[in-house]
């Protein structure tokens, strides 16, 4: 029996565009379809030119209808959408920010759009993870606990705030920017993380011309024209200190969660109580305290403590929250870190990727959100 053009297209509904998560088809990318006997062509049509997934999507076309009884060679062809189709896949994915224009944008709002993640009914727990000052391990803390989330079956998004040192998309190993489809970016997403990072849009040095209106108006387009998806988890790679952003981020998103990273060095528990200090007063939830660098144990089984200790502890206490973990000093976390390899995915049994994944848990269980105490978002 020969395959009908029906039975390709339900071979394809199940296939998704990589980054989008969606049917192929439901996004109305498969166009023509051509049977010869026991040939098909299909023309598929990418969201923009150049699309860098198209290799992907043409294995998954591919494989798809090759495994249909029938079927002996698969060909897919591409073509790349028009700007009213592309406009129509924004509008079915993202809303239409048309549709409130004109109203007066307000804070939380961009265009029209309002933040998802500030409404009650998100299921988006935001993570704000922040530090008193740089170079304590706050971005290979986010990135290894997005990875972990991510690979406990959690969606996952992180946004790279840190404008005096964006390094998230290297320490995920991504080096290219996000795919925009008429004005909804797409992040780029590696180890099952996607991210948005400042660094997509400026270089590197320049980033001391950063200033706070700037940075508040780069956080809100982050909130609002990017395609998340609705994920479990948002990370946020706040910037090191107690910064205009934070004031930013509390106002965009008053159901944040903070965690904060720490060495175990008594100073650097004193200046790490200043971001958690900084949180509370912008009515920012502190849900816990991570220590990083804790120690190293040497290759005589010894553990030393190379930065001290205790300063985890302490600062959680003063707080009055819980110290979720420490994590070892191991080099291979370094070197991931600078190759695009987050050890949590690279070499998941070391000391320090279980104490990641073991965080994880903790936050995803032991400190999930029972009920809201803030005011504002009494749900009745
Ligand atoms: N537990 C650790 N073991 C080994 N190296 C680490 C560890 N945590 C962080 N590093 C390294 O220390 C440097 C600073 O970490 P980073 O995450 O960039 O800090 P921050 O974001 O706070 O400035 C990076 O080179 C990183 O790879
Ligand atoms: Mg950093």
């Known amino acids: 029996m020969s395959v009908s053009e029906a039975n390709v297209i339900e071979a394809l509904r199940p296939v998704q565009d990589p980054e989008l998560h969606r049917s192929i088809v439901d996004l109305g990318m498969v166009r023509e379809i051509t049977i010869v006997g026991t040939d098909v062509t299909v023309v598929v049509a990418l969201t923009i030119a150049g699309c860098p997934l198209k290799a992907e999507i043409d294995k998954r076309v591919r494989d798809a209808i090759v495994a249909l009884d029938g079927v002996e060679t698969a060909q897919p062809e591409f073509t790349v959408m028009t700007d009213q189709e592309r406009a129509d896949v924004r509008q079915m994915l993202h809303g239409d920010p048309a549709a409130t224009a004109g109203s007066q944008p307000t804070q939380g709002h961009s265009e029209g759009r309002s933040i998802p993640f500030s409404d009650p009914s998100s299921k988006t727990r935001v993570l704000l993870i922040a530090s008193g000052k740089g170079g304590v391990g706050k971005s290979s803390v986010t990135t290894n606990l997005g990875v972990a989330l991510a690979q406990a079956g959690k969606t996952v998004g992180i946004i790279d705030a840190d404008v005096w040192g964006f390094s998230i998309p290297r320490m995920l190993g991504i080096d290219r920017p996000p795919v925009v489809i008429d004005s909804m970016l797409v992040p780029p997403s590696a180890h099952g993380v996607g991210v948005i990072s400042m660094g997509f849009f400026a ?116 707080i009055g929250v819980p110290l979720l973990g420490q994590i070892p000093l191991v080099p291979a976390l370094r070197a991931g870190a600078d190759n695009g390899a987050p050890i949590v995915a690279t070499d998941p049994e070391s000391e320090s990727s279980m104490m990641f994944r073991d965080i994880a848990n903790r936050i995803d269980t032991e400190l999930a959100p029972t009920r809201r105490f803030h005011p504002e978002l009494k749900i009745i």
Do not use: C
Not at 247 to 256: K, V, W
Not at 282 to 300: A, H, P, R, Y
């Open 203 to 318: 270089e590197e040095d320049q980033a001391v011309i950063w200033r706070g209106p700037m940075l508040h108006k780069a956080l809100e387009q982050f909130l609002t024209d990017v395609y998340w998806d609705e994920p479990d988890y948002l990370l946020v790679d706040l910037p090191p200190g107690t910064g205009d952003i934070s004031i930013s981020i509390a106002g965009f998103l008053p159901r944040a969660e903070v965690y904060v990273v720490t060495t175990p060095q008594p100073v650097a528990q004193k200046v790490a109580q200043r971001a958690a200090t900084m949180a509370e007063k912008v009515q920012l939830e502190v849900k816990g305290v991570i220590e990083n660098m804790s120690w190293f144990t040497g290759d005589d089984g010894q553990r030393y403590e190379l930065f001290g200790a205790g300063g985890g502890k302490e600062l959680a206490d003063k």
